[in-house]
């Protein structure tokens, strides 16, 4: 019944902030009833998600807050077939992320804080998961950039910590401000935020570019897309739990889940934008991560490269491509990310690749479930990741986009190439060093997560997709699967085949040949400083130091000598100073009867000025 | 009664009021400068009953009573005042209270 | 030109002030106020407020001047010596002038005052309540309904008046810090 579904929509998006504020109220101090309490309510939410999915109806609902002269600003839900697909993977995958993070932070002191922003994380992005307008969704939206700065400092103490939340939080700012634009924008042009209103708006058919651009800004700044991507990698001085539920499958796939929402407020120029800055996006970023020894960050670029391929995938016109691809996503790069977390925890907090080594046999389960999820990444047929990226593989390639086919193809093969890299550094060979020496399988808090993400999931992808398709909006991809001639002799498969055989077995071997560094830079020292990618960075620090550090010198100095110099010293300090010269001494003797005088000679002015003037 | 206007009893009112100034900005003595004090509420009671009288309402009455009211809750508390200051200081000369100096 | 009785009670009142002013002894200035305040009573009672003219008497020239002079004798300043300064009540004088004319000319010449004319003997109750009438129950009728509020809260005020009071006179000069 749609009033008991919008009730269970209630109780999903309350109780983590229920349970976030009586962490942060009353378990501070208790870590470990707090690990456990946030856990259950993840579950909690999981829970009642499969509930309103099994029910397979829409949900709306709408309460109004405020009325401005016939504009109405609303908080409500819509929960159509496109939210439930997002409710299922953000409330599913965070709530394994809870459980991995028990076992994960048992030794930090200040779980409490940290599982109370975990629950405060869930009730912002499951807000923008069923968000039913655009203020309400833009709302949800800087409370998740909030948590995300919250737990990416989780260790505040540290300075690249703190530098990085900033850095992502100021980034993320600098989308959010087009994205403000954007819904001003929209409210002026079509006098509402609502969704489905917007949808069927009769003006609807000839959208501006300009709405679009500036939407699309908070998706370049959520979803890390160029040029804002650069807060990704550094995002990774955040506890590992916190990189997977946040950087890998959900946060960032908020921006994709936004832009397909919106979908229809797109102009052609602004999906053309978004398609080649994705494509371009999803080769570099892959061919970066070769160059990347911190298993973190290499899986940090491996998503930008993800990201750019669902931003492609927008971009062709395909947005139920787009999210299928960002489920499949958020389950095996949860799994990867999870997996790394479960090595980096073995080898007691080593996150460098090079000194890892040789965890096939120490962590057998760990490695099960992190090969598992690679072969996903890499799209090897019949597992989650193949269909949705050789759907956008294909739907380049039918779309007759020869240039977006090639970056796409050129993504595809450096994927297979890190993963490799990956692989073969981590797992494959022998130890590098003491802590990878005595390294050990994670506990069952870490690795039942690991198994039911990676393994079931990352795996039985076909299965998964068979199942969402009826449920989702996935509906109208079957025929459009269907006509794209999705068969193994699709160039698209082509192009898979050959970069699993070349790039995946390539990399096995390459970086097995030289042991305790890196094979590329041994071989190449300047390509690898190319793919280091610090030029991005560079590009912003001239930026802020040449350009806008003379701007607020120059503006200080004004401020200076205008306000300060004539205004505060001149005219404020001068009247009083003329006036106290003049009537100093007398002034303050200290006796009444002077006092008494002035205020007599002054109501008699006063008196003056009213009557007579 | 007939010939004395508005403005006579006003001009009493203001005379008394600016006697009672004059005695505040004159006298040393805190009990002669609180006593013209009053002096000067005594003229403005004067002056609104004057202004009741001649407008034909009761309002400024009321107002008067009102005043006598606060004034003798005023003096109370006032000579409370002085008779503590008294103790502390020992003299209600206002030339000897000058501690607000610079 | 003013009535006879307005005169004669006009100079008592400020005769009275003027001695209040302008000597030294601190009791003979409080006489010279309650002989003031009866003036000014007398001059309530020509405005037909006689209500309000009983009320002066009985509260401010009785009672609270009757307090000032309680506590001027308990003070017990002692007699000003030497002559008497007159440079310094000229002085006086020179303000009072200055001022006096300010008011002069403020009722007098200015035109401000407009010039309305005193009208028949005011009934002693009339059915408009905000109509200016010579009895006490008028008062009455007004302060329980338009202005029920202020009477309230002057009682309040007397209340905090008495507290405050004793409050203040019960610190002993030794323990005061």
């Given amino acids: 019944m749609p009033s008991d579904l919008t009730s269970l929509v209630h109780w999903i998006l309350f109780l983590p902030l229920g349970a976030a504020a009586f962490s942060a109220l009353f378990l501070r101090r208790a870590g470990g009833f707090a690990a456990w309490f946030s856990t259950a309510a993840a579950f909690g939410i999981a829970g009642l998600s499969l509930c309103v999915l099994a029910q397979g109806a829409d949900v709306r609902w709408h309460v109004e807050l405020a009325k401005f002269g016939g504009v109405s600003l609303g908080f409500g839900y819509l929960l159509d077939a496109q939210a439930r697909l997002m409710l299922f993977v953000v409330s599913f995958v965070a709530a394994w992320i809870h459980l991995f993070s028990v076992g994960y932070m048992q030794e930090d002191a200040a779980r409490g804080r940290f599982f109370a922003g975990l629950s405060v994380f869930m009730f912002s992005i499951l807000g923008i998961v069923v968000a039913d307008n655009l203020l309400m969704t833009f709302v949800f939206w800087e409370l998740v950039g909030f948590s995300s700065y919250m737990l990416i400092a989780h260790h505040f103490d540290k300075d690249f910590a703190a530098a990085a939340s900033k850095k992502a939080f100021i980034t993320n700012r600098v989308g959010d401000l087009g994205f403000i634009l954007g819904i001003a924008l929209c409210l002026s042009l079509y006098g509402t935020l609502d969704f489905a209103a917007l949808k069927d708006h009769p003006a609807a058919k000839a959208i501006p570019v300009a709405v679009g651009a500036l939407l699309m800004c908070g998706f370049l700044g959520k979803s890390a897309q160029f040029p804002l991507h650069v807060w990704l990698t550094d995002a990774m001085a955040g506890p590992t739990p916190v990189s997977a539920l946040i950087h890998a499958a959900t946060m960032v796939a908020a921006g994709v889940y936004f832009m397909a929402r919106v979908s229809f407020l797109l102009a052609p120029e602004v999906l053309q934008f978004i398609a080649v800055s994705g494509a371009g996006m999803a080769a570099l970023a892959g061919l970066c991560a070769l160059a990347q020894t911190d298993i973190k960050k290499s899986l940090a670029y491996s998503t930008l490269a993800h990201l750019g391929i669902m931003g492609c995938a927008l971009g062709l016109g395909h947005p139920e491509l787009a999210l299928m691809h960002m489920a499949m996503h958020a389950f095996f790069k949860a799994t990867l990310f999870l997996g790394a977390g479960s090595v980096i925890h073995g080898c007691h907090h080593e996150q460098d690749m090079l000194r890892m080594g040789g965890l096939l046999k120490k962590m057998p389960l760990t490695a099960a479930t992190f090969v598992a999820a690679t072969l996903s990444n890499c799209a090897v047929p019949f597992l989650a990741g193949w269909y949705s990226k050789d759907a956008i593989l294909e739907a380049a390639w039918h779309g007759g986009h020869g240039a977006l086919f090639a970056f796409l193809s050129l993504a595809a093969l450096a994927t297979c190439l890190y993963s490799g890299r990956m692989l073969r550094l981590v797992f494959l060979g022998e130890a590098n060093s003491e802590e990878a020496e005595r390294a050990h399988e994670s506990p069952w808090t870490m690795t039942l997560p690991l198994v039911v993400l990676g393994l079931v999931y990352s795996v039985a992808g076909g299965f998964l997709a068979s199942t969402l398709l009826p449920a989702g909006s996935l509906q109208p991809i079957k025929p459009a699967l269907d006509a794209l001639g999705f068969h193994l002799a699709a160039p698209s498969t082509v192009v898979g085949l050959l970069s699993l055989v070349l790039g995946f077995l390539g990399a096995l071997k390459f970086y097995g040949s030289v042991r305790g560094a890196d094979a590329l830079r041994v071989v190449s020292p300047r390509t690898y400083h190319l793919l280091e990618h610090r030029w991005m960075d560079g590009l912003y620090r001239w930026y802020l130091d040449a350009v806008q550090r003379r701007v607020a010198e120059l503006v200080a100095f004004l401020d200076l000598l205008l306000i300060n110099g004539v205004a505060g010293r001149w005219v404020g300090g001068g009247v009083p100073a003329v006036l106290g010269y003049l009537t100093g001494r007398s002034f303050h003797r200290g006796q009444a009867r002077a006092y008494a005088l002035w205020i007599v000679i002054g109501s008699l002015f006063l008196a003056w000025f009213l009557i007579a003037r | 009664m007939e010939n004395t206007g508005l403005a006579h009893h006003l001009l009493l009112a203001g005379l008394l009021f600016v006697l009672g100034l004059t005695g505040v900005l004159v006298r040393r003595n805190l009990l002669v400068v609180y006593m013209c004090l009053e002096l000067m509420l005594a003229a403005a009671t004067l002056a609104l009953v004057a202004f009741s009288r001649f407008n034909r309402t009761m309002d400024g009455a009321v107002l008067v009573f009102f005043v006598i009211t606060v004034a003798a809750a005023e003096v109370a508390v006032g000579l409370a005042l002085i008779v503590a200051l008294f103790r502390q200081r020992g003299t209600v000369r206002s030339d000897a209270l000058t501690t607000l100096r610079d | ?177």
């Fill in chain 3, 1 to 177: 030109m003013p009535d006879g009785l307005f005169i004669f009670f006009a100079a008592l009142s400020l005769g009275a002030a003027l001695l209040l002013v302008l000597s030294r002894n601190a009791v003979t200035s409080a006489m010279g106020m309650i002989l003031a305040l009866v003036g000014v009573a007398a001059d309530f009672f020509l405005l037909d407020a006689y209500f309000l003219g009983v009320l002066q008497v009985l509260v401010y020239a009785g009672a609270v001047m009757v307090l000032f002079l309680f506590i001027i004798m308990l003070l017990d300043t002692e007699d000003p010596k030497g002559a008497y300064p007159w440079k310094t009540a000229a002085l006086g004088l020179a303000v009072f002038f200055l001022l006096a004319a300010s008011v002069l000319w403020l009722f007098h010449w200015s035109g401000a005052v407009p010039a309305v004319k005193a009208g028949a003997t005011p009934a002693e109750l009339s059915t408009n309540p905000a109509e200016f009438v010579t009895a006490a129950k008028a008062f009455g009728r007004l302060l329980y309904s338009k202005y029920l509020l202020p009477l309230e809260i002057a009682g309040f005020l007397l209340l905090v008046a008495l507290i405050g009071v004793v409050s203040l006179s019960k610190a002993n000069p030794e323990s005061q810090a």
